[in-house]
T-cell receptor, first 114, second 111 residues
Framework: DGGITQSPKYLFRKEGQNVTLSCEQN?????MYWYRQDPGQGLRLIYY???????QKGDIAEGYSVSREKKESFPLTVTSAQKNPTAFYLC?????????????FGQGTRLTVV | GENVEQHPSTLSVQEGDSAVIKCTYS??????FPWYKQELGKRPQLIID?????GEKKDQRIAVTLNKTAKHFSLHITETQPEDSAVYFC??????????FGPGTRLSVLP
């Protein structure tokens, strides 16, 4: 099923709470990405990592944090500092950091603040 | 940095007609141009891609054309079917950098 798995599929968060979204891939890809998608909108890059133990901010990193301790895993934490976190979050991976290679997407996590 | 524009934002066609979606990019260093299809509530999936050393690529009913001089590329879908209804995203990739996606086109194929 594409080799990249996100969990959970749906997540509810109370205001003021941090939540962590999981992303795991078994494709042996070096690069991993987190995107945010709002209704009717495109894909906005939150964070990306091209190699283990290294990651870079994307266009909308404020209020989010990531780690890349293992090649297979790239969890995203949505912190209480993110003022409008309700959105659809997509994780993706590619073999060599965007250099002419296909990005594979997870099935997404829909986060709702209640 | 790279900037990708995509038009139209919505497109409705009759079943059996053709659909064309156009994207423009700004960075002449971009050399990989994928197209993704996203059905409602699902993940984006690659449907076709083209590299800068090629002007056109075709896969059954889907084709992509690239004009590097004008910095634009287009997706062509012929003989559209209801299952082609989805949101389509183009992307441009400067060498060694990350994908930059267009804002998407919502295609509706009317029976």
């Amino acid at each position: 099923d594409g080799g990249i798995t996100q969990s959970p599929k749906y997540l509810f968060r109370k205001e003021g709470q941090n939540v962590t979204l999981s992303c795991e891939q078994n494709l042996n890809h070096d690069a991993m990405y987190w995107y945010r998608q709002d209704p009717g909108q495109g894909l906005r890059l939150i964070y990306y990592s091209q190699i283990v133990n290294d990651f870079q901010k994307g266009d909308i990193a404020e209020g989010y944090s990531v780690s890349r301790e293992k090649k297979e895993s790239f969890p995203l934490t949505v912190t209480s500092a993110q003022k409008n976190p309700t959105a659809f979050y997509l994780c993706a991976s590619s073999s060599t950091g965007g250099m002419n290679t296909e990005a594979f997407f997870g099935q997404g996590t829909r986060l709702t603040v209640v | 940095g790279e900037n990708v524009e995509q038009h139209p934002s919505t497109l409705s066609v009759q079943e059996g007609d053709s659909a064309v979606i156009k994207c423009t990019y700004s960075d002449s260093a971009s050399n990989y141009f994928p197209w993704y299809k996203q059905e409602l509530g699902k993940r984006p999936q690659l449907i076709i891609d083209i590299r800068s050393n090629v002007g056109e690529k075709k896969d059954q009913r889907i084709a992509v054309t690239l004009n590097k001089t004008a910095k634009h590329f287009s997706l062509h879908i012929t003989e559209t079917q209801p299952e082609d209804s989805a949101v389509y995203f183009c992307a441009a990739t400067p060498y060694g950098q990350n994908f930059v996606f267009g804002p998407g086109t919502r295609l509706s194929v009317l029976p």
